[in-house]
């Protein structure tokens, strides 16, 4: 697929704000700092779309992206929300999680994970969460640029046993040197066909 445009469109703190924009949608979601943001950059190849690197934690909103006038991206707030007060901690997921369940032009959800982190049960959780929803969930394994090709074999061989999915199902990612990137938007590509 080629990109020929990318815009933002909203930002949202509540369901209230959501926008309507009529187009299918791909969410992005995994734990701060895992590289949500600069994955939808590397996607649609622009640097600073969206922001990265903040302070882990503090994305409370969701943010929309139209690409080519025909999707959107949408940048979730991330889990792991340790630097957040209480209150504002207890409103984040059900955000989330009723955006995931409830939007009807949601095709897919990318589930974002460090590739250098061991999943957890929290991570088991969430993938389970996702499958119980009868949606199509991708597994990106980001970062893989800090890893040797011997590693990134070995922790896609680990993931695919833990959560008992085909090797072909988890998607290694660099938003540094693009790997990933054709595999994602060909997975895109084939949701809007
Ligand atoms: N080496 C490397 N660093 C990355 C990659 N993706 C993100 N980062 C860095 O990880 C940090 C968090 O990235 P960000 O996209 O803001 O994560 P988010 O909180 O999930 O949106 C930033 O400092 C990024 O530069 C990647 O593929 N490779
Ligand atoms: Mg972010």
Redesign the pocket.
């Known amino acids: 697929m080629k990109i020929t445009g990318a815009r933002f469109l909203q930002s949202a703190h509540q369901p209230s704000q959501y926008p309507n924009p009529g187009l299918p949608e791909f969410a992005f979601y995994?734990?701060?700092?895992?590289?949500?943001?600069?994955?939808i950059?590397?996607l649609v190849q622009r640097k600073t779309l969206?922001?990265?690197?903040?302070r882990?934690g503090v994305?409370t909103e969701v943010n929309w992206f139209v690409v080519n006038e025909s999707f959107c991206l949408v940048?979730l707030p991330?889990t792991g929300y340790a630097k957040l007060p209480g209150s504002q901690k207890a409103s984040l997921e059900p955000m989330v999680t009723e955006y995931c369940a409830g939007r009807e032009k949601l095709r897919a959800v990318f589930y974002?994970m460090d590739l250098r982190r061991e999943p957890g049960d929290s991570e088991m959780a969430v993938v389970e969460w996702f499958q119980s929803l009868e949606r199509p969930v991708a597994l990106v394994g980001?970062?893989?640029?800090?890893l040797s090709k011997n590693q990134l074999q070995k922790a896609l061989s680990h993931w695919s046993e833990v959560f008992g999915l085909e090797r072909d199902s988890l998607f290694p990612?660099?938003?540094?040197?693009g790997l990933g990137r054709d595999a994602l938007l060909s997975v895109i590509g084939g949701l809007l066909r």
């Open positions: 995994g734990k701060s700092n895992t590289g949500k943001s600069s994955l950059n590397c969206v922001k990265t690197g903040g882990p994305t940048d991330g974002l980001t970062k893989a640029d800090k990612t660099s938003s540094e040197t």
